[in-house]
């Protein structure tokens, strides 16, 4: 039976896996992405989206300082405490969760154990910038299937009249 086993426990000690769990969030924290196990990478997401939660804006300082010393209890880690209230608390304040992704990258050759790739979502360049790039260059436009073959031959045509137009205007003031 399986009652009350709400967290994986990774064939590990409760002081072994605390101290696992901060090392990794430490890491992502720094590096802002790290590749371990897939069993691993869901332990860590359940271990670090309150912490950094903790780090949105608050009225007080009292709240803030007492923030700062909660997350500081759980990674042991005063440089990634440091960048986690200084660069990623600001980066995800709009965001209302789910700060973190898993990217499953497959088995690991020697044991044969499944990888994951563990990334914060707001610091990954290679997917919002494709996206905001691409909503940027060309608005989404909606097509139906009835009729687009006779809309795009008119537009051709509207196109090369309104090419050869400038061109006849250009020619005549010379003429003149």
Do not use: C
């Not at 990674?75 to 709009?94: C, H, I, Q, R, W």
């Not at 969760?97 to 044991?111: E, F, H, N, P, V």
């Not at 494709?130 to 031959?153: F, I, N, Q, Y």
């Amino acid at each position: 039976m399986r009652h009350g086993n709400k967290n994986n426990n990774l064939s590990r000690t409760a002081s072994h896996r605390r101290a696992l769990l901060a090392n990794l969030g430490s890491q992502l924290i720094t590096y802002k992405r790290i590749t371990t196990t897939l069993a691993k990478a869901k332990a860590l997401r359940t271990y670090i989206e309150p912490l950094i939660t903790k780090t949105k804006a608050t009225s007080s300082k009292e709240a803030i300082m007492h923030n700062h010393r909660i997350v500081f209890s759980y990674l042991n880690d005063k440089l990634a405490v440091k960048e986690l209230f200084t660069v990623v608390g600001p980066k995800v304040a709009s965001r209302p969760g789910g700060y973190t992704r898993i990217i499953k990258l497959g088995a690991r050759t020697g044991d044969n154990a499944e990888l994951a790739m563990i990334e914060l979502v707001d610091f990954n360049e290679i997917y919002g910038k494709t996206v905001a790039k691409a909503a940027a260059e060309e608005p989404v436009k909606k097509t139906r299937r009835s009729g687009g073959a006779k809309k795009k031959a008119a537009d051709t045509a509207v196109e090369a009249t309104a090419e050869e137009a400038p061109g006849t205007e250009s020619e005549t003031k010379t003429e003149e």
